[in-house]
């Protein structure tokens, strides 16, 4: 398996975060904000989509938080990064599909 771009880092491994393109931490840090106050608001832990969910880092860090997590993402080699990863973390609600946005969409 090899990733064209490495756009997000790879969740919980350190090691290769300076590697990606893309910083997330800096847009995590207030969806975390929204999902606290909503999920506080609630009294319970949110479901979410992810929609172009890439390699998962949101997905995996929202799901780290209690959340129930689908991923989805149009790239099968996205898809099997995070089901790699799913599987380092298996007691997180977490589960990824590979489809297109649009078809995800019409379906809700």
């Known amino acids: 398996m090899v990733l064209s771009e490495l756009y997000q880092p790879i969740y919980n491994h ?4 300076d590697k990606s393109s893309r910083p997330c931490e800096d847009r995590l840090v207030e969806i975390k904000k929204v ?3 909503l999920s506080g608001k ?3 832990p949110l479901r979410v989509l992810d929609l172009g969910c890439n390699i998962g880092y949101m997905s995996f ?3 780290s938080l ?5 991923g ?3 790239f099968e080699y996205n898809t099997d ?3 790699l990863l799913a599987q380092e973390h298996s007691d997180y609600k977490v589960n990824f599909e590979l489809d297109k946005i ?3 969409m019409y379906k809700l």
Do not use: D, M
């Not at 350190?14 to 975060?17: F, V």
């Not at 209690?66 to 689908?70: D, F, L, Y």
């Open 72 to 74: 989805v993402e149009v």
């Open 35 to 37: 999902y606290h106050l």
């Open 66 to 70: 209690g959340a129930q997590v689908t």
């Open 42 to 44: 609630l009294g319970r």
């Open 81 to 83: 990064v995070c089901r």
């Open 102 to 104: 649009e078809n995800v």
């Open 14 to 17: 350190p090691e290769l975060y």
């Open 61 to 63: 860090s929202l799901a």
